[in-house]
């Protein structure tokens, strides 16, 4: 799918939000620069807007590895693990070993290896116009074969 401005974007964050729950796991891929973390901007400020909570800044967690966000019910994780060079690393996280349930977003998941029950996966890839992406999707469980219509 290919979008051609930051709106496109944003209505896509907002439909996987309409569908996303307590359990799921987002994985964002791409390059520096292709879109991941203004997807997540869009994706947490949407659910704080629909639960009438403040709007928060939301951050690139590059540096932090981890920003969560606690929205009423929802939890989220937003993860970026783009400094981390090694599986026993990202281990130290314990990304999957906690009890509360959270939605986890995921930026560079290239190097998990976890069988995931609920898992969409979104790939961002520059096209010839800078200002235009193209988007792929898959996943697992209720993502599997996930579609969207016309944007």
Known sequence: MIIKSLEQLNSISKKIADKV???????????????????SRYFINYLQKKEETEKTDVLSPTFNLLYEYEIKKIKIMHYDLYRLKNIDEIKQLGIFEEDIKSIKIIEWPELLKEKIKDKIEIKFRYT????????????????????????
């Open 21 to 39: 729950s307590n359990e799921d796991c987002i994985y964002l891929l791409g390059e520096i620069g292709s879109g991941k973390t203004t997807f």
């Open 128 to 151: 010839k116009n800078e200002n235009e992406r193209d988007i792929t999707f898959s996943g697992n469980g209720k993502w599997k074969g996930f579609k969207l219509d016309a944007i």
